[in-house]
């Protein structure tokens, strides 16, 4: 069984440097084809992809978000990392992190972790 | 990279059937056949329900379909039962040069 569970901080102040981790299971990011991606929702509002790596490393960043983005892996800990620098109550959302469907080369987002709350405030 | 745009809300009752659309441009939408979608209950993770724009993962109920025409792709529920009452997004590949993926602006499902 395939799962995905995003952890961090519930609250962090402007300006802060905020870390998630997603933990996974039931699958290897060693496995050609495969990726993570970080998809967040502000409260009422849509879904925005951040950012993905895959099983050989690359990364791709949201162009609007570039600069303060920066995800990492974990191939030994099943983790992918996300770190979002200089946060602002904007940023105000539940983070998701989520699997690249493995057959379609990552073309889908086929399983979803429960997403975490991250209120920016001071 | 812009939002697709979807309608803020689509109802029907049910046994109905309800189309969402999903407007693009020539750059996502229109230049490739990865537009999947995605339904999401109230305090919930989004669940994959369509990929490459008309294909069903296993375990998705085949009153989902997906459709594209030009920049336009579409997602019709059948067979409308109350557990569709749902926010639906749709999501396009854009590219690696640019961000990659782009999602919807969402859709409320309600059954009357």
């Known amino acids: 069984q395939v799962t995905l569970r995003e952890s961090g901080p519930a609250l962090v102040k402007p300006t802060q440097t905020l870390t998630l981790t997603c933990t996974f299971s039931?699958?290897?990011?060693?496995?050609?084809?495969?990726?993570v991606s970080w998809i967040r929702q502000p409260p009422g509002k849509a879904l925005e992809w951040l950012a993905l790596i895959d099983w050989d490393d690359d990364k791709y960043y949201n162009t609007s978000l570039k600069t303060r983005l920066t995800i990492s892996k974990d191939t030994s800990k099943n983790q992918v990392v996300l770190k979002m620098t200089n946060m602002d109550p904007v940023d105000t959302a539940s983070y998701y992190c989520a699997r690249g469907r493995l057959a379609g080369r990552c073309d889908a987002f086929d399983i979803w972790g429960q997403g975490t709350m991250v209120t920016v405030s001071s | 990279q812009s939002a697709l745009t979807q309608p803020a809300s689509v109802s029907g009752s049910p046994g109905q059937s309800i189309t969402i659309s999903c407007t693009g441009t020539s750059s996502d939408v229109g230049s490739y056949n990865l537009v999947s979608w995605y339904q999401q209950h109230p305090g919930k993770a989004p669940k994959f329900m369509i990929y490459?724009?008309?294909k069903r993962p296993s375990g998705v109920s085949n009153r989902f379909s997906g459709s594209k025409s030009g920049n336009t792709a579409s997602l019709t529920i059948s067979g409308l039962q109350a557990e569709d009452e749902a926010d639906y997004y749709c999501c396009s590949y854009v590219g690696i040069t640019t961000s990659l993926w782009v999602f919807g602006t969402g859709t409320k499902v309600t059954v009357l």
């Open positions: 490459e724009g008309s």
């Open positions: 039931g699958f290897s990011l060693s496995t050609g084809g495969m990726c």
